[in-house]
């Protein structure tokens, strides 16, 4: 390294959240030793050019450190216009505080695993601090862990705040407008259209809501698509006979249509006895389904309880019953089902489990580690997002004003479901939980739009995740040595009451003992984290319309099959002000927020060594042949959540 200026001097880029604290500080060292002298680096510009430095051999470290008041993030420093014609990039990507004792040391492209990292004690203190930042709670016992104060690390960045709030303000103006004018309730059908303006598009629950066949389809396609198995007998709690279904399945005996797989069951009666709010009842449903001749999958069988409270009979209703109290009966079922999926799929199953899975990232694995620089962008703005997302449950909120089950109701049914109904290895492993489901076999089971989209993304995340992890543990030993990676998995597993998240099903027999198990557990996050969360942007499209799948019903379960009116029907439904307020928040939760943040354009900011930037491009290449099939597919309705171009890369909205 010399002294003497030239016009190949190095550029010296700088990129941070924002020009806060500081000054900044470089210092760059090279293969041999030398070592320049401090730079200081503008937080107002991108760049400075210093003029009296050369560096003439490799670079192999950065020290960075803060001399001012306040903490500054740096996301990366950039190095070009080298003599030696390489850039180099030093993903800093953390906090810098002030204080000799805080000077942090960065290699270029900054990605290795512990036992190999040249500092370890810098690695060590990181780690210890982000213990004491990211301590842990739950919104109730028995819930999914998260994060208990806003460390900064994990608050929001002034670009995400700004989008997230315009655009739940813009749902929550366009609601209060039209609340103005539109009052009571519903008196026909005809009066829904008139709910839909302004940012409320006519949800695709709309079209043909009272068939049959859509509602098959809303368990194959909708927001729970993976409830659905194959049913191999009929459960002794469903009281259906043959001689009930005989005239549905017209020449076909059950027991042909069992052996054939086409019947099929969903089953809700884990929401048994679910404590709601102002008392009141939700239904704990079974519900059967055949694959007819045209292979459309129809139901042909509901039990709104079984076993249920004494009151409510176990009445099975049919096809063939008065044709309004069936459609009313699909109505009870589908709120039932809604509920589920709010608490479990949009909230516990999703968000709610990954910030578990991201909490006790960050407080073990470190920022240069491969795994947490993997998972980084998908962990992207998830807990700030949860924190002010979970405002809905508050006492009095949205969710005690608008839904059937409130606040109780919800924690009532996350605690159920995380405790017995979630586990990473096999409903966070879609290969498994097909098989699992029996619902793998795509001739017996067709159209089945969720499991046809899902799976080649999940083999694409799984083959990204074994190029990016195969170059760090090309052996077993560096899996079994990497006491970070013990760490990790050890805290997402231990019991909330000794201190851990306890996520059960994280792959590994009580430890990671080879690459496969740390694969299938990166490539379980990547795709919850994506495309599980993915199929909740679907909310507004099916909830907005009450009708087609309510939030809420009005007054008792229907009991009898006595015939009803569709002005009967109609007397269930909430309100005009009550559908309003549904419609603002499922047309959030639904946004797809940045378009350009999707995971068909994924663009790791924290990967950037020449292999990481490899396989990201042939992840993307991937996705995009993916995106391009999908696209050609004639389906009716069109289906489009799970194409990776919309597809987001985090589940933070």
């Known amino acids: 390294m010399g002294n003497k200026s030239s016009s190949t001097d190095p550029t010296c880029h700088i990129k941070t959240e924002k020009?806060?604290?500081?000054?900044?500080?470089?210092?760059f060292e090279d293969i041999s030793g030398n070592r320049t002298e401090a730079t200081k680096l503008s937080l107002w510009k991108n760049s400075v050019t210093p003029s009296d430095i050369q560096l003439r051999e490799r670079v192999t470290a950065m020290e960075i450190w803060s001399e001012g008041k306040g903490h500054t993030y740096v996301d990366t420093v950039k190095i070009s216009s080298l003599s030696d014609v390489e850039v180099y990039t030093f993903p800093v990507q953390r906090l810098l505080k002030p204080g000799a004792g805080n000077r942090l040391f960065v290699p270029p492209y900054d990605c290795c695993l512990p036992q190999t990292d040249p500092h370890p004690a810098q690695r060590r203190r990181e780690l210890n601090q982000k213990k004491k930042d990211f301590q842990m709670t739950t919104l109730a016992d028995g819930c999914p862990v998260q994060v208990a104060s806003s460390p900064r690390e994990a608050m929001w960045t002034q670009e995400y705040k700004k989008a997230y709030f315009n655009i739940r303000n813009r749902c929550k103006s366009d609601e209060l407008l039209l609340r103005i004018t539109r009052r009571g309730q519903v008196k026909k059908l005809g009066n829904f259209p008139d709910l839909?303006?302004?940012?409320?598009?006519?949800?695709?629950?709309?079209?043909?809501?009272?068939?049959?066949?859509v509602f098959g389809q809303q368990r194959l396609q909708g927001l729970v698509p993976n409830l659905i198995k194959l049913c191999k007998e009929i459960p002794a709690s469903f009281n259906v006979t043959e001689e009930m279904v005989k005239p549905v399945l017209k020449d076909v005996s059950m027991k042909q249509a069992l052996q054939d797989k086409r019947l099929y069951l969903t089953d809700l009666t884990m929401l048994k006895g679910v404590k709601c709010i102002g008392g009141n009842v939700l239904c704990a449903p079974l519900a059967l389904f055949f694959v007819d001749d045209e292979g459309d999958l129809m139901p042909i069988a509901i039990q709104l309880f079984s076993n249920g409270p004494e009151k409510f009979s176990h009445q099975v209703f049919l096809p063939?019953?008065?044709?309004?109290?069936?459609l009313l009966v699909k109505m009870w079922y589908n709120l039932a089902e809604a509920s589920w999926h709010l608490a479990c799929g949009n909230f516990g199953f999703s968000r709610l489990a990954m910030e578990s899975v991201a909490l006790c990232?960050?407080?073990?694995?470190?920022?240069?580690?491969?795994?947490?620089?993997?998972?980084?962008?998908?962990?992207?703005?998830?807990?700030?997002a949860n924190r002010e997302t979970l405002?809905?449950?508050?006492?009095?909120?949205?969710?005690?004003?608008?839904?059937?089950?409130?606040?109780?109701?919800?924690?009532?049914?996350l605690q159920r479901g995380w405790k017995s109904h979630w586990r990473m290895n096999v409903e966070g492993n879609l290969p498994r939980d097909l098989e699992n489901r029996e619902v793998d076999d795509k001739t017996a089971l067709r159209n089945y739009h969720y499991r046809d989209d899902a799976l080649p993304i999940w083999h694409a995340i799984e083959k990204y995740a074994r190029t990016v992890l195969k170059a760090y543990y090309d052996t077993p030993s560096k899996v079994t040595e990497d006491h970070e990676l013990r760490a990790w998995r050890e805290e997402m597993t231990k019991a909330v009451a000794e201190g851990g998240a306890g996520i059960q099903g994280v792959p590994?027999?009580?430890?990671?003992?080879?690459?496969?198990?740390?694969?299938?557990?990166?490539?379980?996050?990547?795709?919850?984290?994506?495309?599980?969360?993915?199929?909740?942007?679907?909310?507004?499209?099916?909830?907005?319309?009450?009708p087609n799948y309510p939030l809420n019903l009005v007054g008792s379960p229907i009991t009898d099959k006595k015939p009803l009116t569709i002005e009967d029907v109609l007397k269930y439904l909430p309100t005009k002000e009550e559908t309003l307020r549904v419609?603002?928040?499922?047309?959030?939760?639904?946004?797809?927020?940045?378009?350009?943040?999707?995971?068909?354009?994924?663009d790791n900011t924290f990967l950037f060594t020449l292999a990481g930037k490899a396989a990201v491009k042939r992840f993307r290449e991937e996705l995009a042949a993916i995106s391009a099939s999908n696209k050609k597919k004639d389906r009716s309705p069109p289906y489009s959540f799970l194409d990776p171009d919309v597809i987001q890369t985090s589940c933070c909205f």
Not at 320 to 326: A, F, G, R, S, V
Not at 363 to 380: E, G, I, K, Q
Not at 391 to 413: A, N
Not at 517 to 525: F, L, M, R
């Open 19 to 27: 020009a806060a604290g500081g000054p900044i500080f470089v210092v």
């Open 196 to 213: 839909y303006k302004l940012g409320f598009k006519v949800p695709q629950g709309m079209e043909n809501w009272w068939f049959d066949k």
């Open 508 to 546: 590994g027999e009580g430890e990671f003992r080879t690459i496969d198990d740390v694969i299938a557990t990166v490539t379980s996050v990547i795709f919850t984290c994506t495309v599980s969360h993915a199929v909740s942007l679907q909310m507004y499209s099916q909830c907005a319309f009450p």
């Open 391 to 413: 405002r809905i449950i508050d006492p009095g909120q949205w969710m005690d004003e608008t839904t059937r089950i409130g606040r109780v109701g919800f924690i009532d049914i």
């Open 583 to 602: 419609m603002s928040v499922t047309r959030f939760l639904s946004c797809k927020g940045n378009l350009k943040n999707t995971l068909g354009d994924l």
């Open 320 to 326: 063939t019953d008065p044709p309004y109290t069936w």
């Open 361 to 384: 990232a960050h407080r073990t694995l470190s920022v240069s580690h491969p795994v947490f620089r993997l998972l980084a962008p998908h962990f992207n703005q998830l807990i700030p």
